[in-house]
């Protein structure tokens, strides 16, 4: 189970953890469905070339077709010319995958498990946060400021509308190994690709509640 640390990195508690997060993980197919998912719906598709039709000129033969001993043109704005069109060329497009509510909630609580089973998870009780420097902050998730350069990628979890949210964020700002979200943004590639997650008591709930009560549900 995981510990609960006070803001001086003391242990206080232990958090139990939901059976939903202590199965067996989803297959590797599906999580990687659920990732490219993400990473596919957050693209644009707004790329774009012109083709020979498309761009301007190019009205007449650049020069008659026998006689001048060059190779025979038809257009100077056909692909193997300057500024000529693009031959298979982007052109906006729609990149969204689809993937079932289902299976985009199998795939979330086999990434979590995973983290969980890992012992990659630790609860902050921020109670009376009073952490203004970001060395203070390095120290209570590495041990030392020095660590904090080369210690594991963590991804701080914070509650949507979590009191501390902004002074979390402002004394994490300089520490390049560390990333803060609220709970309504973490998604399947934010917890495979931090090696740990510190979730704040008021993110740790707003997290895993709604897991609690759905494996309850079914």
């Not at 995958?97 to 089973?117: P, Q």
């Amino acid at each position: 189970m995981p510990n609960v640390i006070d803001t001086g990195g003391k242990v206080v508690r232990e958090v139990s953890v939901p059976a939903a997060l202590s199965t067996d993980p989803a297959n590797a197919h599906l999580l990687f469905r659920a990732v490219h998912r993400e990473f596919a719906n957050a693209r644009a598709g707004t790329a774009s070339t012109k083709k020979r039709d498309e761009v301007s000129g190019g009205g007449r033969k650049p020069w008659k077709q026998k006689g001048t001993g060059r190779a025979r043109q038809g257009s100077i704005r056909s692909p193997q010319w300057r500024h000529g069109g693009v031959v298979f060329g982007p052109q906006p497009r729609s990149y969204v995958a689809s993937l079932n509510k289902k299976e985009r909630r199998a795939a979330f609580v086999a990434a979590l498990g995973d983290r969980f089973r890992a012992g990659a998870v630790t609860v902050l009780d921020l109670g009376d946060f009073s952490i203004a420097k970001t060395a203070q902050f390095a120290a209570l998730l590495f041990g030392t400021v020095k660590d904090a350069k080369r210690g594991p990628t963590t991804l701080v979890v914070c509650a949507r509308d979590e009191q501390h949210y902004d002074a979390i964020v402002r004394v994490s700002g300089n520490l390049q190994r560390v990333a803060v979200t609220d709970n309504g943004a973490l998604d399947v590639k934010d917890v495979l690709r931090f090696d740990r997650l510190v979730f704040t008591t008021a993110g740790y709930d707003a997290v895993v509640e709604p897991l609690s009560r759905q494996g309850a549900a079914e």
